[in-house]
């Protein structure tokens, strides 16, 4: 007789879309996945790409995003901008409510950065899930625990829909 099929848990994703031009940036990058990985369940899953590879098809397939880019020049970094260039009007029109959150690194200030990502998320009305959080300043290795917890918090909010 045939085995009744199983139920199959829903599949939601977690997109992590990133700019990371160092080695701090990058060992961000590595703790915001890991804080993100332990949290991944049957029915989360974990995607990381750089801004400039993504496209509309990979947002099409998040139920979460999360943001990690740095503060150049009063203004988040140019791969992050192109990024919000290439996907205001589809995300707009597409992805109306997606929960996101925001990890700066800010040498010196990043709160240019912090409110024009705030600014766009509201133009492309998304829901800011989490406070953003800027890694402002010389460089501590605190920020690593801050972005692991950042990431772990999201994919746990994602996964059982409280954002
Ligand atoms: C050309 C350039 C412009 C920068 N402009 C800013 C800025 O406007 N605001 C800021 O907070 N940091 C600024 N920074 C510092 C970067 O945010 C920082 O170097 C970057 O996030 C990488 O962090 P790390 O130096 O710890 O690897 C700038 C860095 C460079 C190279």
Redesign the pocket.
């Known amino acids: 007789m045939k085995k009744p099929a199983m139920e199959t848990p829903q599949n939601k994703q977690l997109l992590i879309l990133s700019h990371c031009?160092?080695?701090?940036?990058q060992a961000l990058l590595n703790a915001l996945e890991s804080g993100a990985m332990a949290a991944q369940t049957e029915a989360l899953s974990i995607r990381s790409m750089a801004f400039i590879d993504a496209q509309p098809e990979d947002l099409s397939k998040a139920s979460g995003v999360i943001f990690l880019c740095?503060?150049?020049?009063?203004?988040m970094s140019g791969l992050a901008k192109d990024w919000f260039d290439r996907h205001f009007y589809y995300a707009s029109e597409h992805c109306q409510a997606m929960p996101y959150a925001v990890i700066i690194?800010?040498?010196?200030?990043?709160t240019?950065t912090s409110k024009a990502i705030a600014s766009i998320g509201q133009g492309m009305s998304w829901n800011e899930a989490l406070p953003t959080l800027v890694c402002?300043g010389e460089?501590r290795e605190n920020f690593l625990g801050q972005a692991k917890e950042l990431g772990e918090h999201m994919a746990v909010s994602v996964d059982m829909g409280l954002v």
């Open positions: 031009p160092s080695i701090n940036t740095t503060e150049n020049i009063g203004y690194r800010a040498g010196l200030d990043g240019a402002r460089w």
